[in-house]
């Protein structure tokens, strides 16, 4: 488990991330990350953008089930 202290940034408040923390993120400056709620409650952090996901989900369920729809229109 990391630990973060919440401080001051100009106006707002906010933490700093660790070396360690980006690595396991996998995030490097600049990059954004979503705090999102989790099912078991609480939060989480992710650089994963949910709404994409949930969009790229829906997409793969659509070109699976309209497969041949899809090759027909291909041709």
């Given at each position: 488990?990391?630990?973060?202290?919440?401080?001051?940034?100009?106006?707002?408040?906010?933490?700093?991330?660790t070396?360690?923390?980006?690595?396991r993120?996998?995030?490097?400056?600049?990059?954004?990350v979503?705090?999102?709620?989790?099912?078991?409650?609480?939060?989480?952090?992710?650089?994963?953008?949910?709404?994409?996901?949930?969009?790229?989900?829906?997409?793969?369920?659509?070109?699976?089930?309209?497969?041949?729809?899809?090759?027909?229109?291909?041709?």
């Open positions: 488990m990391l630990t973060f202290k919440v401080t001051t940034v100009g106006a707002s408040a906010g933490f700093i991330l070396k360690e923390a980006m690595a993120l996998k995030v490097k400056k600049g990059d954004t979503y705090l999102t709620e989790a099912p078991e409650g609480g939060y989480r952090i992710t650089p994963y953008d949910p709404d994409f996901e949930r969009q790229m989900r829906l997409a793969e369920e659509i070109m699976h089930d309209d497969r041949d729809i899809l090759r027909a229109l291909a041709k």
